[in-house]
Every structure is written in structure tokens, then in C-alpha cells.
């Protein structure tokens, strides 16, 4: 059982489309994060949000645009993706910056075409 | 270059062996945690260490931080099926910035 979710969980879209993908954590965390996973490679943070201010954008390319109305929800806007985007994107919370342990959602699993 | 440093990079092994995955790193972490992930979803935490020396049990699971508070080792015995998936170490070493290893592909063959 997990306190953070995401939707939708599979999405699949070609390179024109714009979507976004949505997390909320339901544990009272301050800190949110936005993670991509490729295949054989470690997790990558894309971006950073405490108390919904941006502390992060780790060099991520425009087409990804984060966005943090609060502290329980999180999005990512995609416009005009790669095929080489294609991975699990995880979203993540923690009760406040400095080291605290992360939850994660389920993540969602995208294909550009 | 890579942080953390996960070995081995895939194990498979029988029901019922015992098996140790390793974090090494040049840095010494603040605090040092793992995950693991099951297939088609996102890690979750097992453990967090803070002490150098500090040895954790969860279970079958045993956790180990090195005493220099570079590394960190993690034990099954007797390994099941269920124990399947990609364990993934973590670490904070001066800042916030919660780093991870690529992982290790572990699979128990029943």
C-alpha cells in the first residue's frame, strides 16, 4: 500500500501530443520529486519541489515542464517527446529536504512513438 | 561517473540459498538507505542506516553500514521467491540530494 499516486499508469503517445501526468501524496509530505527510469540505467531526478517552490531542474530538456499547485500534487507537462523519453517516470515525496527517506509512487510507464 | 556503486549487477539464484549485495562508494554518506522494486512499480523503502558499523534486521534481511560510512552490504538468507526484484541502494552525502545506484537485478528461482 502506498500513500503517493500517479495516473495514468501506461500511457503511450507520439511525438506531436501534449499530456501531463499527475501525482498526489496523501502522507503529508513538504518535498515532491519527479524521477526518470531507463532501462539498465539508475534513477535519474528530473526535478525537485518543497512547500510547492521548484528547488530543482537537474539540466532536464523544456519539453518536460513540471508543475506544483501544493504540497500534495505534482505534475509533468509533455510536449513534443522523443522516442529516447520513453521510460518509468516516479514520482516521490518525503516529509522535508535533507536526506529524509522517499516514497514513491508506482510510476507511469510511457512510450512516445 | 556513478556515485554509488551497486555489484553484483544480476543474481539468480535457488529457493532456499542465501545471498549478499553490496554499495560501495568513495564518499561517506550521512545515511545510507535501500529499496526494492517489483516489476511494473516504483521502489520502496526497506531500510535506513545512520551509524557507522550499524547492523539492521528485517526478517531474513540483514543490513550492514560500513564503519567508514562509505558502503553498505545487504544479506538474504534463505531467499524466496517473493525476494525477487531490483534492490537499489541510496545515499545523502553532503546535501539533500538523494543519490542512487543503478541497482541489482535479483531473481530466486523457486
Known amino acids: 500500500e502506498t500513500g503517493v499516486t500517479q495516473t495514468p499508469r501506461h500511457l503511450v503517445m507520439g511525438m506531436t501530443n501534449k499530456k501531463s501526468l499527475k501525482c498526489e501524496q496523501h502522507l503529508g509530505h513538504n518535498a515532491m520529486y519527479w524521477y526518470k527510469q531507463s532501462a539498465k540505467k539508475p534513477l535519474e531526478l528530473m526535478f525537485v519541489?518543497?512547500?510547492?517552490?521548484?528547488?530543482e531542474n537537474n539540466s532536464v530538456p523544456s519539453r518536460f515542464s513540471p508543475e506544483c499547485p501544493n504540497s500534495s500534487h505534482l505534475f509533468l507537462h509533455l510536449h513534443t517527446l522523443q522516442p529516447e523519453d520513453s521510460a518509468l517516470y516516479l514520482c516521490?515525496?518525503?516529509?522535508?529536504?535533507?536526506?529524509?527517506?522517499?516514497?514513491f509512487g508506482p510510476g507511469t510507464r510511457l512510450t512516445v512513438t | 561517473t556513478q556515485l554509488l556503486e551497486q555489484s553484483p549487477q544480476f543474481l539468480s539464484i535457488q529457493e532456499g540459498e542465501n545471498l549478499t549485495v553490496y554499495c560501495n562508494s568513495s564518499?561517506?554518506?550521512?545515511?545510507l538507505q535501500w529499496y526494492r522494486q517489483e516489476p511494473g512499480e516504483g521502489p520502496v523503502l526497506l531500510v535506513t542506516v545512520v551509524t557507522g558499523g550499524e547492523v539492521k534486521k528485517l526478517k531474513r534481511l540483514t543490513f550492514q553500514f560500513g564503519d567508514a560510512r562509505k558502503d553498505s552490504s545487504l544479506h538474504i538468507t534463505a531467499a524466496q521467491p517473493g525476494d525477487t526484484g531490483l534492490y537499489l541502494c541510496?545515499?545523502?552525502?553532503?546535501?539533500?540530494?538523494?543519490?542512487f545506484g543503478a541497482g541489482t537485478t535479483v531473481t530466486v528461482r523457486a
Open positions: 564518499s561517506v554518506f550521512s545515511s
Open positions: 541510496a545515499g545523502v552525502p553532503n546535501d539533500y540530494k538523494l543519490s
Open positions: 519541489y518543497n512547500f510547492k517552490e521548484q528547488t
Open positions: 516521490a515525496s518525503s516529509q522535508d529536504l535533507a536526506g529524509y527517506e522517499q516514497y
